[in-house]
């Protein structure tokens, strides 16, 4: 069977990059049991609510859920267990101490499969106040207007 290259992405959360404002970025791998990648090679999974945190010098995402696997057994996973991920010590260390700065959390950003190996898409993050929140919301129209004008202008010259 041959290996599977590039990257499946099997869920985004679009929400995170509204809500905060994304500094950094890591890519780290995922502690996963066998329903759970096969959940997530169907394409089913959900960021909306996750978060991930040190503890120990460990790293844990939590709260992303994965739903059960509908042809599993008995020994089925929990859909919103705690997760191990994945990283180096240094990387660890230097996302703590960002972390314990103050303001700061770690948000996953996207799950996906990098050549057959299930990755999380991790951001360290910033929390936007509401009037940052309805400014981007501000810019990314008025670019949007802007495009469409230059579109507009473009044939009607022709």
């Known amino acids: ?8 992405v ?6 995170a990059r509204h809500d905060y404002t994304i500094e950094d970025t890591y890519e780290a791998g995922m502690v996963l049991h066998g329903t759970e990648v096969k959940a997530l090679r169907q394409g089913r999974a959900s960021l909306v609510d996750g978060y991930a945190y040190v503890d120990r010098g460990e790293m844990w995402l ?7 696997y509908f042809q599993g057994t008995w020994n089925n996973h929990a859909p919103r267990r705690k997760r191990k991920l994945l990283l180096h010590k ?5 996302i703590a101490a960002k972390t314990r700065e103050g303001g700061y959390t770690i948000v ?20 936007k106040k509401e009037y940052d929140k309805r400014h981007a919301l501000r ?20």
Do not use: H, W
């Open 90 to 94: 240094e990387q660890i260390r230097k």
């Open 108 to 127: 996953p950003l996207q799950l996906y499969f990098s050549d057959g190996r299930a990755k999380v898409e991790l951001g360290i993050a910033k929390g």
């Open 1 to 8: 069977m041959p290996k599977e290259q590039g990257r499946k």
């Open 139 to 158: 810019e990314k129209q008025d670019k949007r207007d802007a495009d469409r004008a230059m579109a507009a202008r473009k044939y009607v010259g022709e």
């Open 10 to 15: 099997v869920a985004t959360n679009r929400k």
């Open 62 to 68: 939590d709260a992303v859920y994965i739903p059960e």
